[in-house]
């Protein structure tokens, strides 16, 4: 039987048994026929289990350096903030990440999942632009926001491979993946601010899990751009995709 529609968000939260945002019913109906929407599960339960083992990982030190240690006062922004604070490494350039300040925690969470890619992660997928087309409008649909399939093949450097709808917190997050010349993944991030006071940030250069990273905010939605070590790619393509107001 042909997959029936039902958007990464309605399966993500299925996944999470949110109720509210998932028809549960018809998804286990479905699912009784349905191999191919089974399949599109699969992927997704295996995307969120490796994103939940990375971040498990990435609080280990925290955890084991509390043990060894005395209590002492712990910053505002929480455990989440402070473990990732142990990945950062120092920032590159103007406009470089001010270690001091405050991490977001899906920042954390999408560099730890992204540290486990490598040059076999992507290396097998070859779309057509009519599937590509296809997915961008699937994603599209589940974050708000439009993608033009030129804006991410604009880049001489990279080659756009694929979309894919993971989730934070209950709010859908968008991974947009690239591959460099030599298979080095690259990862464009877009999660809705949960901030409607949020101001445009301009883009802030640091390394998270050791990868060159870009960080910045435009309307209601903020971005990450990670992967590999060539921090002068990573700049000029976080630059790029905001002036595009991707």
């Not at 609080?59 to 509390?66: D, G, I, R, Y």
């Not at 005395?70 to 470089?96: D, E, K, M, N, Q």
């Not at 870009?214 to 070590?229: K, Q």
Request: hydrophobic share 45%; aromatic share 8%; net charge negative.
């Amino acid at each position: 039987m042909q997959d029936r529609h039902f958007s990464d968000e309605e399966l993500v939260a299925f996944l999470d048994g949110e109720e509210d945002y998932a028809p549960v019913d018809a998804i286990r109906e479905a699912l009784r026929t349905d191999s191919a929407l089974a399949a599109r599960l699969d992927a997704l339960k295996l995307d969120m289990d490796a994103l939940a083992d990375s971040f498990d990982l990435l609080q280990a030190p925290e955890l084991e350096l509390e043990a060894m240690t005395p209590a002492a006062p712990r910053r505002a922004w929480g455990a989440l903030a402070v473990a990732a604070s142990l990945a950062l490494a120092i920032g590159f350039g103007a406009g470089s990440w001010n270690a001091s300040k405050p991490l977001e925690g899906w920042v954390a969470y999408v560099a730890a999942y992204q540290a486990l890619y490598t040059h076999a992660t992507l290396d097998h997928i070859a779309q057509t632009p009519e599937q590509h087309a296809a997915e961008l409008d699937r994603v599209s649909s589940v974050i708000g926001k439009d993608f033009a399939l030129e804006q991410l093949t604009a880049f001489p450097e990279v080659d756009y491979k694929r979309a894919q709808v993971l989730a934070f917190e209950g709010r859908p997050l968008v991974q947009l993946a690239f591959a460099s010349k030599t298979g080095v993944p690259i990862a464009l991030c877009i999660i809705r601010s949960d901030d409607p006071e949020m101001a445009a940030g301009l883009v802030e250069t640091m390394r998270l899990e050791g990868l060159s990273s870009a960080v910045w905010s435009h309307g209601d939605y903020e971005y990450l751009l990670i992967g590999g070590t060539e921090d002068g790619l990573i700049k000029r393509m976080g630059q790029a995709f905001q002036s595009m107001e991707i």
